[in-house]
């Protein structure tokens, strides 16, 4: 296998869906419409990703990253480009991808609800034909990064949705996967088990050298897990860099806070790029004494939101 | 296909269900209400013709055979049309498309071990209770064991049955309807409702060409030793229509499904 775990070419998806009429004269209407549009959810998407790496997907909602994931795992087959999934075209060699890929999406569970974990997981162990030497190794690995003893007899239906979202990507990863897909993994969950299955993600990713495509909301799982993130509005691919070179998107912003003498805080968002911070306080200086400075770096999640809302495009 | 991975759903599906082993009481007792039903129904069309034999088959023989339909039913009934649906809807379905193997090999399998369960449960009491009442009547031989071959055709061919409906439901996105179609038709001309010797002739004649014969009537013919089916000459072409039938339906079924899941799109997410 070559060095990418993924590769997509110019890859769109049209979906063609009926014009829908109001009231109940449009419902009749529409029984026998053939009054189809054709909606573009993914446009000329271009993405490259290497082995071992873990990227962050992001984009609004409806922006296309469902689209994208169910083409990468084979379920659509796109209207035209190529994806390549560990070499392999994913809608032609269906059953083959799905052996070398791992999904959890945060809203979905696919463990037996009635019966205990362990049986989950020895049922996945027969389905992904593991030999029982590496599913021990990988059941001990597990052991290691977390604490899976109080969870492993319990039925599936009586875990917290923190314990199950746990067991669902430990099951994804049960048979050593080339690429694990997480869908909003961390949705709904608390603060300490979403610390707990970052560093879960992580260390396993380390151990394996697992591809991990993550989808999420929550720019707490971006910061702790990504170096890399692409992210997609309007079907379109409009970044795809280090999370570093984010903040310098457009323009390096950080914000300013003065505490002058009459105790009053002023704040300014200054982008460095274009002023230089030192004159900006050596201006306000002369006017009035400065009791106190905080310099503060503009947060992941305040430069997503600029992008989504599309002031930097 | 590796057994490993089919029996391992088989393995799953027998402790799920024993999981629900009060649905499984339920259902039990409801059958019971229904045989109730059904004893004084006959009873009553027995009574009014005035006749001890009605199409050849006498009171006995007409309760042995619906008591043993309605077991058998209830150990045939599958619920892929429902649970489809609702994976669709829930968006569910998307998890079972990304297991490593068919789809229809998976859901096939998965549903295995309820039929196991339920043979086990429902079917053989059922069995043994009406062999002990008519004390005899049913001759015990090597037809159990083609029987069961039978049963499983039956099994078949119902989840083909099953599945062409439910991939229609990937279209109209609504099941309600469709399944309840579904449900009166095959009730109605596998012969699990009123035994096909009451049909009159040229439907009778359709029926027997029908795929729906061949999940109910057929097993319980060979059971009951009917038709000449304690001979090899009585038996072949029984066998012949299940396994025409599992062909014609499982070639249509893959073909449907294989088309029809490029156009799905998986709500939600």
Request: proline share 3%.
């Amino acid at each position: 296998m070559g060095n990418e775990a993924l590769v997509m070419n110019n890859v769109c998806k049209d979906f063609k869906v009926l014009n829908r009429h109001e009231g109940l004269k449009g419902s009749i209407r529409d029984l026998f419409s053939r009054d189809y549009k054709t909606v573009s959810a993914v446009k000329d998407v271009s993405l490259t990703v290497g082995r071992g790496e873990i990227i962050g997907y992001l984009g609004p909602n409806g922006a296309g990253k469902s689209t994208t994931i169910k083409m990468m795992t084979g379920v659509l087959e796109p209207t035209s480009g190529e994806i390549l999934v560990n070499g392999k075209v994913p809608y032609k060699n269906r059953t083959e991808n799905c052996e070398n890929i791992g999904v959890v999406f945060g809203q979905r569970s696919q463990l037996w609800w009635s019966l205990p974990l362990v049986e989950s997981f020895k049922l996945l162990r027969d389905l992904y034909m593991v030999p029982q030497k590496e599913y021990e190794q990988m059941i001990d690995l597990y052991r290691s990064l977390v604490d899976i003893e109080p969870i492993l007899n319990k039925p599936v239906r009586q875990m917290s949705l923190g314990q199950r979202t746990l067991s669902d990507i430990l099951a994804a990863f049960l048979h050593n996967p080339a690429i694990v897909f997480l869908d909003e993994p961390t949705i709904g969950l608390d603060v300490s088990m979403k610390d707990k299955i970052r560093s879960l993600i992580k260390g396993l990713n380390k151990e394996k050298n697992t591809t991990v495509i993550l989808t999420t909301h929550d720019m707490g799982d971006v910061d702790a897990l990504c170096r890399r993130i692409v992210i997609i509005d309007h079907g379109q691919k409009i970044y795809d860099n280090d999370i570093e070179h984010l903040k310098n998107y457009f323009g390096s912003y950080r914000t300013l806070q003065l505490r002058l003498a009459d105790d009053t805080w002023e704040e300014m968002l200054i982008d460095e790029s274009e002023t230089d911070i030192m004159e900006v306080i050596m201006t306000k200086q002369k006017e009035k004494k400065i009791k106190d400075i905080r310099l503060q770096e503009i947060s992941t999640e305040e430069v997503i939101k600029k992008i989504y809302e599309g002031e930097a495009v | 296909m590796n057994p490993r991975k089919l029996l391992a759903l088989t393995r799953a599906g027998i402790m799920e269900s024993l999981h629900y082993r009060l649905g499984t009481a339920v259902t039990l007792f409801a059958n019971l209400i229904y045989l109730v039903l059904v004893y004084f129904l006959w009873k009553a069309i027995y009574a009014s013709s005035g006749v001890d034999t009605v199409n050849g088959m006498t009171f006995t023989d007409t309760m042995i055979y619906l008591i043993l339909a309605t077991s058998l039913f209830n150990f045939l009934e599958m619920f892929v049309v429902w649970d489809m649906s609702r994976s669709i809807q829930s968006g569910k379905i998307i998890l079972d498309l990304l297991k490593p193997m068919k789809f229809r090999t998976y859901t096939f399998w998965s549903y295995s071990g309820s039929h196991v369960v339920l043979f086990v449960l429902t079917f053989i009491p059922t069995f043994i209770v009406v062999m002990i009442v008519t004390n005899g009547a049913i001759q015990l031989g090597l037809n159990l064991l083609w029987f069961v071959l039978a049963t499983v055709f039956a099994l078949i061919i119902n989840f083909n049955i099953e599945m062409l409906v439910a991939t229609l439901c990937l279209y109209t996105e609504s099941t309600w309807g469709i399944n309840i179609v579904k449900e009166t038709i095959v009730l109605l001309l596998s012969g699990a409702s009123i035994p096909l010797a009451f049909f009159p002739d040229w439907l009778r004649t359709v029926v027997d060409y029908l795929p729906f014969r061949a999940v109910y009537d057929i097993p319980l013919t060979i059971l009951l030793q009917k038709n000449g089916t304690d001979t090899w000459q009585g038996l072949l072409p029984m066998f012949g229509l299940q396994i025409i039938w599992i062909a014609v339906l499982s070639v249509a079924g893959i073909l449907f499904w294989n088309h029809s899941v490029r156009k799905i799109t998986v709500n939600g997410g």
